[in-house]
C-alpha cells in the first residue's frame, strides 16, 4: 500500500501495489499437510472400525484422538502465525461473517477440535485410569462419560470432510491462480487425508492384526496411486490453459523447482505404493514403517511446490 498526500487539497492519494513473489510460503504447507494428518486418521479410523473388531486394533481408540490432537493444533498455530494481526482472529469469533469460506473453516475446525479433544480424554481415561492423569478433571470426566465416544465420533467423521477440503475453496479463489481449480484442489486434499492418515496410523499399528495393517497398507497404495495420477494429470495436460502451462515450466525439467517436485512425487508416491503393495502379500512392519514416512515426506515437499509455483508469475 502506497500513500501520498497533495498539499494543496490535503487529498490523501493510495494506491494499491501487488506483492510480489511468494505470499502464501511453507507456514501454509505445514498449515495444509497437518491438517492432512489431523482429519485422516479419523477417515481411517472409521473405516478400520467399520472393517474389524475393535479388539484387532487395542490402541486406536486413545491413540488417534491423540494425534488427531497434535496435528490440529499445529495446523491452527501455523495459521495463527501466518496472519500479520493474529488477534484479529479473535473477529472471527465474535463478529463473524458467515459468507467468508475463511470464517466457515475456522469454525468448523474448531468445533472439530473440541469434539477430538473430548475423545482425547475419554480414551486416556479408559486406558490411563492413574499416572500421571491422575486427577485431571477432564480425564475423571472422560472415564465416567465413555459412551458419548461413539456418540460424537460419527459427527467428527462428518465434520472432518469439510475441515480438510475448505482449503481448496480458499486457494480457488484467489485471482489468477488457474491450477487452483477448487475441483482437483478438493479431490487433491481428500487424496492427502487418507495418504496421511493411513502413513500416520502405520506407526502405532505394531499391536494389530495382520488383516488390519494389510487394510492400511491397501489404503496407502490406493491415495498414493491416485494422488500421482492426479499431479501427472495436470502436469502433462495442463495445454488447456496458458497460465497453468507457464506456471507448471517451474516443475519440468530444468526448472527451479524441478528437482524439489520429482523428489517428492518419488519419495512419497512412487516408492510408498510399491512397498504397500508388496506389504499386502508379506507383512513387514519395517518396511511399511519406512513407505508411511516416506509418503509424509514426499506429500509434504510437492504440496510445498505446488502451493508456491502459482504465485511465482507476475499477475500482468
Not at 512392519?285 to 519406512?290: D, M, P
Amino acid at each position: 500500500m502506497v500513500e501520498s498526500t497533495i498539499h494543496a487539497t490535503q487529498a490523501v492519494v493510495t494506491l494499491d501495489v501487488p506483492i510480489q513473489g511468494i505470499v502464501w510460503g511453507s507456514i501454509i504447507t505445514v498449515n495444509m499437510w497437518a491438517k492432512s494428518i489431523g482429519t485422516g486418521v479419523v477417515f481411517l479410523a472409521a473405516f478400520l472400525w467399520f472393517r474389524h473388531n475393535k479388539e484387532d486394533m487395542p490402541n486406536l481408540k486413545w491413540a488417534m484422538p491423540i494425534i488427531a490432537f497434535i496435528a490440529l493444533n499445529v495446523f491452527l498455530f501455523f495459521t495463527l502465525i501466518d496472519l500479520h494481526q493474529p488477534y484479529r482472529m479473535i473477529h472471527i469469533f465474535t463478529h463473524p461473517h458467515w459468507t467468508s469460506s475463511i470464517t466457515v473453516g475456522a469454525w468448523l475446525a474448531s468445533i472439530f477440535l473440541v469434539l477430538v479433544s473430548i475423545l482425547m480424554f475419554i480414551g486416556v481415561g479408559e486406558k490411563f485410569p492413574g499416572v500421571p492423569f491422575k486427577g485431571c478433571l477432564l480425564t475423571k470426566f472422560g472415564r465416567k462419560n465413555s459412551f458419548l465416544y461413539e456418540k460424537i465420533f460419527p459427527f467428527l467423521v462428518f465434520l472432518a470432510i469439510p475441515v480438510t477440503t475448505y482449503t481448496a475453496i480458499i486457494m480457488a479463489q484467489s485471482a489468477a491462480r488457474e491450477l487452483w481449480q477448487a475441483p482437483t484442489e478438493v479431490m487433491q486434499m481428500m487424496w492427502a487425508a487418507l495418504m496421511a492418515g493411513s502413513a500416520a496410523l502405520i506407526f502405532i499399528s505394531g499391536s494389530w492384526s495382520k488383516e488390519a495393517r494389510k487394510d492400511l497398507a491397501l489404503i496407502l497404495a490406493i491415495s498414493t496411486f491416485f494422488s500421482f495420477a492426479m499431479y501427472m494429470s495436470e502436469y502433462f495436460f495442463s495445454f488447456k490453459s496458458s497460465e497453468a502451462e507457464a506456471v507448471l515450466e517451474f516443475v519440468h525439467v530444468g526448472g527451479s523447482y524441478s528437482i524439489q517436485f520429482w523428489i517428492g512425487l518419488t519419495l512419497g508416491f512412487i516408492i510408498p505404493f510399491f512397498i504397500a503393495v508388496g506389504n499386502m502379500k508379506s507383512d513387514n512392519q519395517t518396511l511399511l514403517k519406512f513407505a508411511a514416512l516416506f509418503a509424509l515426506i514426499g506429500l509434504f515437499l510437492v504440496k510445498d511446490v505446488w502451493l508456491k509455483i502459482p504465485q511465482l508469475l507476475p499477475l500482468s
